[in-house]
């Protein structure tokens, strides 16, 4: 099918090969797979879509991109196959992303095919979790998912299904983007929270450990190395990398991983941290 809907556009054309030089190595492999958010399945496939009401059009995203519908099984298995190739060749993790059910603007409600209540108890994302778990054990690949900062804070899901206890049973590794950009109501003591980026990384990561520990589901957060789009545009160098990552073992988390959409990673910064 993914070759069918235009979906298998490898950018690695030897891909076995990199898997092969990775591994020897002995560098940790994670696959980053995108979930919902398929503009390749939800045009050729328009019964599996995001759909406005009380038309046939496909709804699309201020970036033009279209969704799939999470209250459907079919999605999930399709999107649980997707890695079903690489995940024989050794990968060791995949890393779920956009794992969210897509919350529309007030003025443009959006038709799924399942009426959603305004309480966590609807959100179709444990389910699909189950499953991909289930996929994943056999091969001993573990599963992860990325999750917005304010989870870490908040008790309900925020009407996007993002509620990290129901989601902690089904997962490996939970892992909040705690870039401190996003935080745009800062959090409690930091209001202005680009200028606290250990507190922020520290504090969050903090509370989702404490939430998620019951399940075994270890917290390797995502970390920010790129400029500030939200407060003062400020460039975050070595020293703001560094607070955050030690703002992450000190919380007691596993790890972190580092996003930079232009992909040029601060040169100097990964060098190991003194710790507090």
Known sequence: MAHEIGAARPSAKDFDQVLADLKARDIYTIARVVTFKDTPLAKSHPE??????????????RENLSWSDPFLKPVWIITCRWPLKPRKKGLMRFNLTTCVFRRPARLAPLNFRKKSPKTCGWQPLP???????????????????????????????????????????????????????TFGSGIPGH??????????????????????????????????????????????????????????????????????????YTAGAYAPVNRR
């Open 48 to 61: 599996l879509a995001v759909k406005i009401p009380g038309a046939a059009e496909i709804w699309q995203d």
């Open 191 to 264: 209001k202005f929270a680009i200028a606290y980026p250990y507190e922020v990384v520290y504090e969050s990561a903090k509370r989702a450990i404490e939430r998620v520990r019951q399940f075994g589901c270890q917290v390797r957060p995502w970390i920010q190395d790129f400029q500030d789009y939200r407060f003062d545009q400020r460039v975050y160098g070595k020293d703001e990398i560094q607070a955050q990552i030690r703002g992450c073992f000190d919380a007691g988390g596993t790890g972190f991983m580092v996003w930079d959409p232009r992909v040029k």
């Open 127 to 181: 389910g699909f979790l189950s499953i991909a778990r289930g996929q994943l054990q056999p091969f001993g690949v573990k599963l992860a998912a990325d999750t917005f900062g304010y989870t870490c804070w908040r008790q309900d899901d925020t009407l996007i299904g993002q509620d990290i206890e129901r989601m902690g049973p089904y997962l490996d590794v939970l892992s909040p983007m705690l870039y401190p950009s």
